[in-house]
């Protein structure tokens, strides 16, 4: 990465873990105001003309707060929706709403779990050579992980269907989706790493900090491998995908099948390392499990992920 | 099914020069004629490769310009990757003569034993590495070997373990205690050692694959001339710490390359890939050795900057061993009883040779050696991670 990219991504950084620190739930207009709505958008409909690697480093800090708002349905794969479509007046206009907040999309892969779909003024539905732009009947799913919100989208009015642009395609948005979902398991590991090393330096047993025994240390080291070998994973895909190149599939399916997958062990593990107080509803690291889990299975299990790699060695 | 990244046109040119060497210079049928063969036979191939590259200037990339090395760092990871690429035999006796030694002459060496011993490496100078002892393994420090000063000389009495590669060294790198009074780290000296001097008495010991490479070094009375000193008297833990680490990140690099390239794909080809289980298992062992790869290509640019962190090293040789030893244990599983019958391995492969149940009983020399696992993360917790350190340790 050129320094300059490397100094705005800090930036960024440092700028979203502050910002969605201060509450879990975060407004939408707050969202819009910091600019992260429009990162992707164009410049000329008022957006800021970036790419999916700065949208990368939001959805990590999203991830490391466990942040409960519709980044990910509204923006991420909204945004990344419209840009891979025919330039039309439509488009143009919803690019230039999504990007001001005056209007929320959702988008609908598949109809039972759709991201953020609640409260979105359109839906836009996924086929096989663009998006159908409409209106639906959405009704909540309720799941165990309260950060996120998912929802069945049914009986879609549809008002208009926009093509895709040439070379666009359903998978690759699909790419974006997993890529984005393991930017926020990478962004959660490391917040649970954190905390369990902070943890394990004041909590005394036996006299002395329970980090200084091997068994929690080790576990530490572990758990700080595996989300090093993910930041490798999940910052390849982001690169490939924000550079269009052909391995951005494969560079995806690892690093959502790797990142997400271990996310769950690195979760539980900092679960098991704070006791029993991290067993305890108050100490919140239930959220980040149920988070965790949750990611695992969106926009593909690590199975099926992996299922698409192995289709290579046929 | 290996993309690489974008590169920029110089890499891309020189990509094209190491291919074209490669396909040329390579022997096709190295692994066949060099399985099964005796030691004198592996140490001419070893010597006649290490020529070969050295003659193309790709023996000692990482090496200063002027002694010989100068390639780039976008460069030297272009070379390792194609020469993995291309299955090429790996350096297995040159190894601690151009990565140990010379980052130790290099640092902390006399311009007089760097000029003795750089060139004489280039012209096939073998080097041991005498730092274990029977009671010092993991913890180094601990080390009995004596020198006492006696005019010019020092006179080395103890043994060392371990030495991979004793049997065919003209050097050996000696890590012996000078002052028996200080502080463990503190009364430590680093010497070059001539393996021809009186009293140095090699005996190899055969490990679990039944390779006798390993050597224990008897030295009894051993005389070595002051001059052979590296740094200061006493100072030899610091030399041997800044530069064990100085050349990890290249050889991982070329370890991870060689994994990712010949290694995996003989997992693949001799895999029943219609199998939904072992397709899983495969992408697995493929997403983590990607990972891998990425990891220590950063190691080695973040070395070059100087922003690796004070864990980076630990964590690749952690991750590489143990993913060794799944995917080896993987290729043994899978190939059944007929990999039972494969009693030898090529000489001069890398630790995936394709031998599985022979890899996968190799692994452990990665498992233990050169800071085991357990001292691996210990050191991510301690110095990576900042948690307190064992109570007793001094």
Known sequence: MAPEFSEFHDELRSVAGDLLAKDRAVDWSSLVDAGWVGLEVPEQFGGAGATFAEVAVVCEEMGRAASANSYLGSAVLAVGALNTLQPNQTRDQLLTDVASGATRIAVVFESEFVPDAKGADRVLVVTN??????????TPQP??????????VRDVEVTERLQFREGATVRG?????????ACDSLGLCEAMLSATVGYAKVRQQFG???????????????????????????GAAVQAIAEDRADAHSSAAMAKSYACGTAVDVVGKAMQLHGGIGYTWESGIHVYLKRAALNRSLFGSPAAHRKELANRYL | MYENSPESRTQAQFRQQVRAWCEQHIPPDWRQSQTGVDDDEFVRFQKSWFAELHSAGYAVPHWPREWGGGLSVPEQIVLYQELAAHDAPR??????????????????????QRRRHLPAILDGEIWVQGFSEPEAGSDLASLRTSARRAGDSYVVNGQKLWASGGKHADWCLLLARTDPDAPKRKGISYFLLDMTTPGVE???IRNAIGDSHFCEVFLNDVEIPAANLVGAENAGWQVAQATLGAERGLTMLELAERLGNAGFRWLVQSAPVDDPVVADRLAQFETEITGLRGLCRKVVEDSENGTVGPADA????????????????????????????????????????????LDFIGSWEWTIPGGSSEIQRTIIGERGLGLPREPSAV
Do not use: N
Request: hydrophobic share 50%.
């Open chain 1, 129 to 138: 050579d663009g998006v159908d732009v409409g209106t639906a009947t959405v």
């Open chain 1, 143 to 152: 799941v165990l992980d309260e950060t996120r919100h998912l929802a069945s």
């Open chain 1, 173 to 181: 948005l699909l790419d974006r989706a997993a890529a984005a979902v």
């Open chain 1, 208 to 234: 002395r900090p329970i980090g200084s025994f091997q068994a929690v240390k080790h576990a530490c080291a572990d758990m700080a491998v595996s989300i090093a070998v993910s930041r490798q994973l999940v």
């Open chain 2, 91 to 112: 350096l297995v006796l040159a190894f601690v003569g151009i990565h140990h030694a010379a980052a130790t002459l290099l640092a902390a060496g006399t311009d007089e």
């Open chain 2, 202 to 204: 090699v005996r190899p």
């Open chain 2, 314 to 357: 630990s964590i690749v040789k952690l991750f590489y061993s143990e993913l060794l030893q799944r995917l080896t244990d993987f290729g043994a599983e899978i190939g059944g009883m007929a990999a039972h019958t494969r009693l030898a391995k090529p000489m001069s492969s890398g630790w995936e040779s394709g031998s599985w149940l």
